[in-house]
């Protein structure tokens, strides 16, 4: 039964990890091709107020449209950066890799889309602490 459990375990991670990075990869040629260099966040053109990162072990981005600039001020925006830096700097995103290991290679047995849920959540509050840290509440 061990052997059935890692075996699926072992497949599952291989089958996630090859698909999240060639999508990342992806993302990341087309946010080189379509933002501009700005300090070293990228900048898209779009109307709606965006920020993300896109993470790699050598190639991370962060991501924010045109329009953040002009929604936030200065104090916000730096919140905002200090936010998807805290995502980066902890690699919050193998963590959420792990968790969706889990999901898919037992979905119904133990539930692991409510863990899931429950990581993202955490760790988007996680890097909302290291942004108050560094930027202060407001």
Partial sequence: MTAVVLGRLLVTAHRVGLRTRQLRRR???????????????????????????????????????D???????ASELDAVLAHERAHLRARHDLVLEAFTVLNEAFPRVVH??????RVRLLIEILADDAAVRRCGRR
């Fill in 67 to 73: 329009s953040t600039l002009h929604s936030l001020g």
């Fill in 112 to 117: 692991s889309r409510v863990a899931l849920d």
């Fill in 27 to 65: 993302h990341r040629e087309l946010v080189d091709l379509l933002a501009d260099d700005a300090a070293g966040v990228r900048v898209v053109p779009h109307e709606t107020p965006t920020a993300y990162c896109l993470p790699g072990f050598h190639r991370s981005r962060i991501v924010r449209s």
